[in-house]
């Protein structure tokens, strides 16, 4: 795999960097740089300062105007910056230039969220998925980043193969895309064969935005020990339980988390991963209602799952973390009947956009966890019936 490592002991002080585009309101652009210090924090990075501007269109040369680029420098002249990250995608040639002027390592939020996959997959296949991600990430960006992968040493980005010849470098690349590419095939065969062994059984698979809660869940509908972290892809390998609710059984599998700008090579890599939520009959998908842009997450959700081609499966919207919602919407001094009816409406409104799909409840709380399992069930036998109707799937 290609060379981890993300600095712990010294911490590492990163500066983040965006574009707003014309018309775009700067809320946008607020929303888009927590996201990244959140992934940021996730990698390791501690954020000092944040730095965005409104253009028309991204600078060819450095991204953004040759101005804020000055004013930047001029901050990590007067301040300790290790690192600079980019909400955007940036061109081999791209980081090459700015990294001349302010005279730092620089990243763009692909490549980190390239580092959180790689400091997080455990399993040989999730680590030959990462790997091969990473690669494709590079190829394009070799003639650019020539001094930037030439760099040896540690730190969030930091993972170059060290070549010293550029054409040489993009064979060795492209020979191993393909090998990598050659070993997932065998991967997918042996999910194949796995997911032929578990016979006729309905299959639910857990869907959403990443740190939603997704594992929790997982944890209580399952009754198993599952990884719980409240970070950014804390899941990237696909569990999967064989769970009984009332005597019918189901698998139930958790999948790793969508996020917003999630890069394409990376949804290439992790597909035979992602087969799990193409190949399931119900989707279970799970939103962090406490967070200010649920709905955005959603449509990401969806759009990512239209990718998949798994948008038409039934699907159950499970409106996660009520607890803490209601904590933060709602004022203390805040008539309980007034809270009552604001929420009956909330209710009201997502009954009517998920044709009575949908069910809000607290994980940690346990709350409405039990109504989850029965329309789960209801869900799972309804389908049962429609596949096996003179088979009795049932446990004595």
């Not at 590492?12 to 960097?17: G, N, Q």
């Not at 194949?192 to 740190?211: C, H, M, P, S, W």
């Not at 209580?220 to 569990?239: G, P, Q």
């Not at 958790?254 to 399931?280: C, M, N, Y």
Request: no cysteine; aromatic share 8%.
């Amino acid at each position: 795999m290609i060379e981890k490592k993300i600095q712990k002991e010294n911490e590492t002080f990163a500066l983040l960097v965006g574009w707003l585009p014309q018309g775009q309101p700067e809320q946008v652009i607020k929303e888009y740089l927590d996201e990244l210090s959140f992934l940021a924090e996730t990698a390791g990075a501690q954020e000092v300062k944040r730095f965005y501007q409104r253009l028309p269109h991204p600078d060819s040369r450095t991204f953004l105007g040759s101005g804020k680029i000055e004013e930047i420098k001029e901050y990590i002249q007067r301040h300790r910056v290790d690192l600079v990250i980019f909400d955007d995608e940036l061109t081999g040639s791209q980081i090459s230039n700015i990294e001349k002027i302010l005279k730092r390592q620089v990243i763009d939020r692909s490549d980190l969220i390239l580092d959180i996959f790689a400091a997080r997959a455990k399993s040989a296949q999730a680590r030959v998925q990462v790997e091969l991600a990473q690669y494709q990430y590079i190829l394009p960006r070799l003639k650019g980043m020539w001094s930037h992968l030439e760099r040896q040493g540690g730190g969030i980005g930091s993972r170059g193969p060290g070549e010293t010849e550029i054409e040489t470098d993009r064979r060795i690349v492209k020979d191993k895309i393909s090998l990598l590419r050659k070993r997932l095939l065998d991967f997918d065969k042996q999910a194949q064969t796995q997911r032929k062994d578990r016979g006729e059984f309905i299959r639910v698979a857990l869907v959403g935005y990443t740190n939603v809660g997704k594992s929790t869940l997982m944890q209580i509908l399952s009754k198993s020990d599952v990884f719980v972290e409240n970070k950014l892809f804390a899941t990237l390998d696909t569990t999967t339980r064989k769970v009984v609710f009332d005597r019918t059984p189901f698998l139930l599998s958790d999948t790793v988390g969508f996020i917003r700008k999630l890069p394409h090579h990376l949804v290439e890599s992790f597909k035979s991963t992602l087969d799990e939520v193409r190949e399931a009959d119900i989707l279970l998908h799970v939103v962090d209602i406490s967070h200010p842009k649920y709905e955005d997450q959603i449509a990401v959700v969806k759009n990512t799952l239209n990718e998949l081609k798994a948008s038409d499966k039934p699907t159950i919207l499970i409106f996660n973390k009520m607890d803490v919602y209601e904590k933060e919407t709602f004022d203390e001094w805040l008539e309980e009947d007034v809270k009552q009816d604001l929420l009956k409406q909330l209710k009201k409104h997502w009954d009517s956009e998920t044709q009575h799909n949908a069910i809000f409840v607290s994980a940690t709380e346990r709350i409405n966890v039990e109504e989850l399992r029965t329309i789960i069930l209801d869900k799972v036998k309804e389908l049962y019936g429609i596949r096996y109707p003179y088979k009795n799937v049932f446990y004595e």
